[in-house]
């Protein structure tokens, strides 16, 4: 079957990929002679154009990481109408092999032995004394508070004048302002996506939270001190959840959308 499938991508004078010619050289010629530009692919692939140029000059920095350049090689591929495998197969070659299968039983082994505490028995005579403190130190407590109130009670006989009444508490008026809600100490933010879409999140320090590919149905949640920015590939492509309380679909029918929420948002109506 494999002979047969390279002997038709002969005679059609489309070979996916040729010793001496580069993954990049390769989809840039097939894309060309497919008659699709750029963005005719970067619309079929939902990948940014910007990574597809990339790509095309060999330059997978803009992937984020092995795994999704190996799928964006797959899905540009299909597009353009060849066969991914060899360039997939040349991306591993040139950028450390395929990723090994890993047995469960090192999955689960863990690096360094644990060590268990020995358990000790209860230390009881501690327990006692400890105990034995506590009652004679609220038997003293009781016996100073009783003294006092009958010192207190001689004090108001002989002077023969009652005791004034407390005052009765006065009701405070129903205040018709809602309570004010307490300030917030961090800023929240999810994301359900809609549809494949590339999204980068960074907190107010510029640390990656979340850098790559969401698909359908995926949902993320990151929290920061004070801000969070998002970078989404396609306007519309996901739904946002600020603080608790949604926001929809931003951007949508657009084209890469670059937002910012801190604590306070949104801002109220």
């Known amino acids: 079957m494999a002979v047969s499938r390279l002997v038709s991508q002969e005679i059609s004078g489309r070979l996916p990929w040729r010793p001496g010619v580069s993954i990049g050289e390769t989809l840039a010629e097939e894309r060309q002679r497919a008659g699709l530009s750029v963005t005719h692919v970067s619309l079929q692939t939902r990948i940014r154009e910007t990574v597809i140029r990339g790509m095309e000059a060999d330059d997978f920095s803009f992937c984020g990481g092995n795994f999704y350049a190996r799928g964006h090689i797959r899905s540009v591929s299909r597009v353009i109408g060849i066969d991914p495998e060899p360039l997939v197969a040349e991306f591993d070659a040139t950028h450390g092999g395929a990723p090994q299968p ?17 358990r000790r028995a209860p230390n009881w005579s501690a327990a006692m004394a400890l105990a034995l403190a506590f009652v004679v130190v609220y038997g003293v407590v009781q016996v100073i508070g009783h003294d006092g109130g009958g010192e207190r009670r001689t004090a108001q006989q002989v002077a023969g004048t009652p005791a004034p009444a407390a005052p009765a508490p006065s009701a ?54 004070k801000r969070i920015r998002l970078v989404i590939g396609v306007g519309g492509s996901v739904d946002l959840t ?11 029918g657009g084209g890469v959308q670059r937002l910012s929420f801190d604590r306070n948002d949104p801002e109220p109506a």
């Open 242 to 252: 600020v603080n608790g309380k949604e926001l929809g679909s931003p951007g949508e």
């Open 102 to 118: 890993v047995s469960a039983v090192s999955a689960f082994e863990p690096e360094q032995p644990v060590a268990f505490r020995e």
């Open 172 to 225: 405070s008026p129903e205040s018709s302002d809602p309570v004010a809600a307490a300030p917030r100490t961090k800023v929240e933010v999810q994301v359900a996506a809609k549809r494949t879409t590339w999204l980068n999140a960074q907190d107010d320090k510029g640390r990656t939270l979340f850098s790559g590919m969401l698909n359908k149905g995926d949902v993320k949640d990151w929290t920061a001190k």
